[in-house]
């Protein structure tokens, strides 16, 4: 393997570990904000209902499953990021076609199907909350949706392949 390969894998491998942080800190931030929606009193509660709620015909049930939401998302991009880093690191080892990469894509493929759908029922939340209809919303991001069903349609490819690859190696190794 040329020495660019190594490095750009193992760039990969350390970019996958910091995103998994961030994704940490932010869903320990909305965790945290989900816990104090029930928390606040005082003049903090009513600068929640004046700047927060009322403008936005929100309810504090409609938040705390935004909240909800949230944290399935960031769940979800973790165990992405998790699942990526192993197969990068497989491959630096010129593990190429080995079952635990084919186990790995599968996580990925489905928790990036459960980002998917966190994400598109936080749409459908947000036009409940905010007042606006619910094709006016997906007006607004279908292309977002899109982008991640066809990612999706990728890493389905990509388990394809690697399950195919899986498959003709272990028929290499029982012939030789």
Not at 96 to 116: E, H, P, Q, R, S
Request: charge should be positive; glycine fraction near 8%; aromatic fraction near 14%.
């Amino acid at each position: 393997m040329k020495y660019l390969t190594k490095f750009v894998l193992k760039g990969l491998s350390l970019l996958s570990i910091v995103m998994q942080i961030i994704f940490s800190l932010a869903g320990a931030g909305v965790l945290f904000a989900g816990i104090m929606l029930f928390l606040v009193s005082g003049d903090a509660k009513s600068e929640l209902y004046q700047y927060v709620i009322k403008p936005e015909h929100l309810t504090r049930g409609t938040l705390l499953v935004g909240c909800f939401t949230a944290l399935i998302i960031f769940i979800s991009l973790i165990v992405v990021m998790r699942a990526l880093r192993k197969v990068l690191n497989n491959i630096y080892q010129k593990n190429y076609f080995v079952a635990d990469n084919l186990l790995n894509i599968k996580v990925m493929l489905a928790a990036w199907g459960i980002f998917t759908l966190a994400n598109v029922s936080s749409l459908i939340i947000f036009a409940g909350g905010s007042g606006r209809t619910l094709s006016r919303v997906f007006a607004d991001s279908w292309s977002q949706v899109g982008i991640y069903t066809i990612f999706l349609a990728i890493l389905y490819t990509l388990y394809l392949v690697f399950k195919y690859g899986v498959a003709l190696q272990t028929d290499s190794n029982t012939v030789i």
